[in-house]
């Protein structure tokens, strides 16, 4: 077997899949099936842009024991061969008649007894990247296996970093770091926000980003009304403040951190709320531990806003992070998820300024035995105003 593949030694990629393993023999999961773009790249070091084409369905199966094998589309076949996994399996895809659906049977039905079963990710955060009726189609052929729910299977791996990812998803953070330092260059009062966007996403590229699946923001007096719309030609006014959030990739993992400027002075109640957001951050940094849940990083947050004296902007308040801009768990008063060493997170708070008016601020950490490190520079405490 090959030592090297794409982006990682081949050892870090057998190390996952030997986790993985371990989880589905703690189940009692005979293979588990993967589908998409995210956990293809995980387990083979299969890196590509080729994801955005819909008309082929890919396959990865990792067996409760040996070897991962690639059932996937013969476009495919020469990058994977560059990965560490060999057995490679192919079919002219597109095929409107049989899109990969026997081959990928006949390769299960050899890997799993006839009274076996096989995961698929089914659960929150997962979806099937292949035609529903396949996938039906498929369930029939290999009757009378179990198809059961891979979901935790894939979640309780994935979402502890190993240190080779870590430095990943630090790069990624310092290429953004780096950008967001050169918007004083290209975003001043009077120009465009979509202008603003562009050079932003030109400087990203141009900091070493591989590509930028994402850039975020808004602008408004005091404060935004949302932070996911696309930008508008409207320019830049004395009294805005500017936000822009990316989720910039360097070998496939992301960042996804935001930072905020005044266009002039900044008002008070902007301030007010600045403050708070920047205090609340400083709460998680300081009382994040393993072994506390997801909704005690937002009840860490929450509260802190609370006592500044600002009110919570609606939707969660942090994330996981990795190689999908977001990732489990989710900052809510509803997510149980064990926060462990290892996790790389979010801390996202927003705020309400005024009516239809928020603040938010993001930071990426990596949760360490003795709390929270850095992977973003930490936002100034005063928001930075642009000529």
Known sequence: MADN???FPAAEFQGRVARLQAQMAARGQDALL??????IFYVSGFLTRFWESPARPWFIVVPVQGAPVAVIPAIGAELMGRCWIKDIRTWPAPDPRDDGISLLADTLAGLVPAQGCIALPMGLETHLRMPLADYANLARRLAPRDMVDGTAT?????EVK???EIARIRAS???ADRAFDRVPEFAAQGRPLDQIFRDFQIALLQEGADWVSYVAGGAGQGGYGDVISPAGPQPLMRGDVLMLDTGAVRDGYFCDFDRNYAVGPVAPATARVHAALHAATDAALHQLR???RACDAH???VSTLARHGVEQAGGRLGHG???TLTEWPSFTPLDQTELVEGMVLTLEPGAIVAPGRILVHEENIVLRADGPELLSRRAPAEMPVLA
């Open 173 to 175: 953070c310092a290429i």
């Open 154 to 158: 894939i979640h309780r791996v994935r």
């Open 162 to 164: 190993s240190e080779a």
């Open 5 to 7: 593949s794409l982006i």
């Open 321 to 323: 992070l990795g190689v």
């Open 290 to 292: 393993p072994g506390l």
């Open 299 to 301: 009840r860490i947050l």
């Open 34 to 39: 993967l589908t998409a773009p995210a956990d």
